[in-house]
């Protein structure tokens, strides 16, 4: 991962993103990432979206750094 995700020292699998203007959880699955988006919502709750590997990399992170 780049783009300055920083990884869980515990939970290999996890990673987390700080952005100006949102915060969001990465969970890298068997077969997808799951990405958690902290107080995404317009109404303060969490938006979570699932993204599977046979997608390229570059639309991942194109999905996964837009934002909630």
């Given at each position: ?5 920083e ?52 639309d ?9």
């Open positions: 991962m780049s783009r300055g995700c990884q869980d020292r515990q939970e290999l699998h996890c990673w987390q993103i700080d952005r100006p203007t949102w915060k969001a959880e990465l969970l890298l699955d068997i077969d997808q990432i799951t990405v958690r988006y902290i107080d995404g919502g317009g109404d303060g709750k969490d938006i979570q979206r699932a993204f599977k590997y046979s997608l390229s990399r570059h991942i992170e194109d999905a996964v750094f837009s934002g909630p």
